[in-house]
């Protein structure tokens, strides 16, 4: 895969954000989403053909720096929403080499059916949320050692090929699925006192997982 998995991120470190009403807060929190994965977008777009490898990684490193960065900045909102959407930037030259890669073994559609299916199972896990009260935010630290095992796992299979690349990103995306229902529960309960950019990194790094994910997937069956 294109990424390292960062772990979601956890509970305020700093003072608790505003309450906000629930119907607000989901639309803030998916407004700075959409920015943030269209900024994504447009970085991969224009860089897709003429980054390396090594600078798509060097990137992703500055954008972890960022996201780091992002959780000492929360009592100040406009400089983490900043700090994001710089990200969220990086995120995307970070990616452009393995998504041109994909485009030019697979074409483009590939990337087109990646991003749309990651969208609607999105938007239907949310509503499955919205619709049934589904509240899965007790398991979370469940769902936090299995990502740093599925991130372990990740580590050895670079040197090991222990694991197959499909069974990898199928296992990325049941974890991910979890993360998205615990994080649509979360807004709906309120937000457990994290601020709108805080749980829209969250959504934001849900998506990526999974739009990587099914990319690895959809494309081991072309191979």
């Not at 700090?83 to 990337?111: D, H, K, M, R, S």
């Not at 199928?170 to 807004?187: E, K, S």
Request: glycine share 12%; hydrophobic share 55%; charged share 5%.
């Amino acid at each position: 895969m294109g990424l390292q998995f960062p772990q979601q991120p956890g509970g305020s470190s700093g003072a608790a954000a505003p309450a906000l009403p629930v119907q607000s807060l989901l639309s803030q929190v998916l407004g700075i989403t959409a920015v943030g994965l269209c900024i994504t977008a447009l970085a991969v777009y224009l860089f897709q053909n003429t980054l390396s490898f090594g600078a798509g990684l060097i990137f992703m490193l500055i954008g972890l720096g960022l996201l780091i960065a992002i959780n000492f900045t929360q009592k100040n909102p406009t400089l983490s929403l900043i700090l994001f959407y710089a990200f969220a930037f990086c995120q995307g030259l970070g990616l452009a080499p393995t998504i041109g890669n994909y485009v030019q073994n697979f074409g483009p559609e590939i990337i087109y059916n990646a991003a749309l299916t990651t969208g609607l199972g999105m938007f239907a896990l949310a509503a499955i949320v919205y619709a049934t009260g589904l509240d899965l935010r007790r398991f979370q630290g469940i769902l936090n050692i299995a990502l740093i095992g599925l991130v372990l796992l990740g580590i050895v299979s670079i040197f090991t090929r222990w694991v197959h690349p499909d069974v990898y990103s199928w296992l990325t995306l049941v974890i991910f699925t979890g993360y998205v229902l615990i994080d649509f529960a979360r807004i709906r309960a309120g937000g457990d006192g994290l601020s709108p950019v805080m749980m829209a990194i969250s959504i934001y790094l849900d998506a990526i997982n999974i739009f990587l994910a099914l990319l690895q997937i959809f494309g081991g069956r072309r191979r």
